[in-house]
């Protein structure tokens, strides 16, 4: 398994060299040169496995055992998802008239993006102890990826973690699972602007190969593939539990699975169009609030950001560049490179694309769209409690609302993803008229004490703030020189 940057300047890399790497060197996403086919009787096979078993069954179709061992692998898997507080790891709610709720949330913090990342910080803790080195890792947040970062490589020797969060427009429980962590290798940054501002100067640091080089810089976000490659196992799961595929017959055509998926920087629909490309059959759709671009891309071919990102009641999906859609893009046109990187790079300058027809065809084929204003978000949230006593997060509640608002297709079986836990989202619920009890994690929170620095809003943000992240980054790794 060899892996390639969708702008075709990069090709024959290993895993090992892509889970340290972030974008590109030529400023693509990797994904492999190939993908694996999951046949019918595969799927079948893995009717029955704990999730955990089920995620190592598909990390090593993407990971060659000479890189890491199969034995090695399950354990990295194992210690990985073993904090989480229900003991199946992931788990589906199933509601009044075909509801199905999969649960991604019930890791440290509370969201999906836990599963994966956890995942990936032991791959990379493994690499760095056999290679007796460190890394710096650096990310950019719009409130969820952050914390779990933070929470799943705090206190790791081979890790230093720089994290960067748009002040004022996460909640208080995401933004304490940040700020409230001490270890020594932990660096928070509060920016006052939205987390595709943050995006800008990440994107320019990570394009300073000198930097990359000498302080082991990389990223920890959806563009990282080993958080994609994990984030496949979240739509097997899914369609091996709700599609009914134990009921066909052996030689019987696989049932298809439509999944809902709440949708920001793209990685979850990234996934799961992978995995379609890979053989399950499963109808995708992508789910927005008033920060609409993948809804707008899909329905009129228009790949253009708004003017500035609407603040929400789902702030995790406070997204204008939703720069996973770059993967769908090369897998829906055939692996054109080319025709990827002038599309993309057109994007990032102007922050405007418009799909050719051909190509607009093509991507309205393979995924459907919504998009859910604030109230939309509410009333879903009251209604699923109404209904079924179910206390949907606000992010829930954009895809949920499909459940409502979409007519079902007879002898179709939905799944909703749920990715984040209502605990994290308080003022929403209350907002909706609802309670939820806080888990004893949560309050515990605000006895902690807190550190982190700021990033003020000036004239000359961009390159302030690239400045003081490169200054803080070269700091840390020159440190860590002097200690080794």
């Known amino acids: 398994m060899q892996y390639c940057s969708t702008r075709g300047r990069v090709r024959g890399w290993d895993f090992r060299d892509v889970l340290f790497s972030g974008f590109a060197p030529d400023g693509g996403m990797f994904m492999p040169e190939s993908l694996p086919v999951l046949s019918p009787d595969t799927l079948r096979s893995w009717r029955g496995l704990p999730y955990t078993k089920l995620v190592v069954e598909v990390a090593s179709m993407f990971i060659p055992s000479q890189l890491i061992p199969r034995q090695d692998l399950e354990a990295l898997v194992s210690a990985a998802l073993s904090g989480f507080s229900v003991p199946e790891v992931v788990r589906v709610a199933r509601l009044k008239d075909g509801l199905s709720v999969l649960e991604l949330f019930h890791g440290e913090t509370l969201a999906f993006k836990d599963l994966a990342m956890t995942c990936t910080v032991r791959f990379l803790d493994y690499f760095l102890q056999k290679e007796k080195r460190r890394a710096t890792v650096l990310v950019g947040t719009s409130g969820d990826t952050g914390g779990s970062a933070i929470q799943s490589a705090k206190g790791l020797s081979g890790l230093d973690v720089v994290v960067v969060y748009p002040r004022g427009r996460i909640t208080p429980v995401q933004e304490k699972h940040m700020i409230t962590c001490l270890q020594d290798n932990v660096y928070v940054f509060a920016a006052d602007g939205s987390s595709d501002d943050i995006d800008q100067p990440l994107r320019r640091l990570f394009a300073d190969q000198d930097l990359v080089q000498s302080a082991g810089l990389m990223s920890l976000n959806s563009v990282n593939w080993s958080r994609i490659m994990i984030q496949l196992a979240h739509f097997i799961h899914a369609y091996l539990q709700l599609s009914g595929v134990e009921q066909g017959k052996a030689n019987a055509p696989l049932p298809e699975l439509e999944v809902v998926v709440p949708t920001g920087g793209a990685g979850n629909i990234a996934a799961g169009y992978i995995v379609k490309q890979m053989g399950l059959p499963l109808k995708l759709v992508a789910m927005v609030n008033a920060n609409d671009i993948v809804h707008r891309t899909v329905t009129t071919g228009d790949f253009s950001m708004a003017a500035d990102v609407t603040q929400t009641l789902a702030p995790a999906i406070d997204i204008q560049d939703p720069y996973n859609m770059e993967r769908v893009f090369w897998l829906l046109l055939g692996k054109d ?24 065809k093509l991507l309205s084929h393979v995924l459907s769209t919504g998009t859910v204003n604030d109230e939309g978000i509410l009333d879903t949230m009251k209604r699923c409690w109404e209904e079924n006593q179910y206390v949907l997060c606000p992010h829930t509640a954009v895809a949920v609302w499909h459940h409502y608002n979409c007519p079902h297709s007879p002898g179709l079986n939905r799944c909703y993803i749920a990715t984040a836990s209502p605990a994290k989202f308080q003022a929403a619920v209350q907002r909706a008229g609802l309670t939820f009890d806080l888990p004893e994690a949560v309050q515990a929170l605000d006895k902690l004490g807190t550190r982190y620095e700021n990033l003020e809003r000036s004239p000359n943000w961009c390159k302030d703030w690239e400045d003081k992240l490169r200054e803080k980054i070269q700091c840390v790794s020159s440190a860590r020189r002097k200690t080794e």
Not at 338 to 357: G, R
């Open 337 to 360: 490179s080319t025709a990827v990187k002038n599309m993309m790079e057109e994007f990032q300058n102007s922050h405007k694309h418009s799909l050719p027809e051909n190509h607009h």
